[in-house]
């Protein structure tokens, strides 16, 4: 189960620990903007594109982390608001980790 690779990841500290529970990505529309979400040059369109092809979705409390092949957004739950998205050129270590994991077959 994808849970257990990605706590034994963050064990070893290539994950942040306040990654979350991972969960079968439920694409939703983005509602609401905030300024600064989109300054990595990712547009609207790119990431209501990382939430509705997500791979992953990670519940975080009031947010979900969406992970696409892509790129990836950050939207507050309540209001579908992105608060910040990223291309794939700019995935950290933890993101192609988990992609890893999840395109090596992982349940998640």
């Known amino acids: 189960m994808i849970n257990d690779q990605i706590k034994a990841f963050i064990d070893q ?5 306040n990654i979350g529970i991972a ?5 939703v529309e983005i ?11 990712v547009t609207l369109e790119d990431a209501q594109s ?3 092809n997500a791979v992953v979705m990670f519940d ?3 947010r979900s ?3 696409s092949l892509d790129g ?5 739950d309540s209001e579908k608001r992105l608060i910040s998205a990223y291309k794939k050129e700019d995935f950290d270590l933890g993101t192609l980790t ?5 395109t090596n077959g992982d349940k998640i």
């Open 65 to 67: 982390l969406y992970i």
């Open 23 to 27: 969960k079968e990505p439920i694409p």
């Open 31 to 41: 509602t609401a903007i905030n300024r600064h979400a989109l300054k990595h040059g």
């Open 98 to 102: 988990i992609l890893e994991v999840i």
């Open 72 to 76: 990836n957004a950050v939207l507050l």
């Open 13 to 17: 500290g290539k994950i942040n620990p």
């Open 60 to 62: 975080q409390g009031n």
């Open 50 to 52: 990382y939430v509705n």
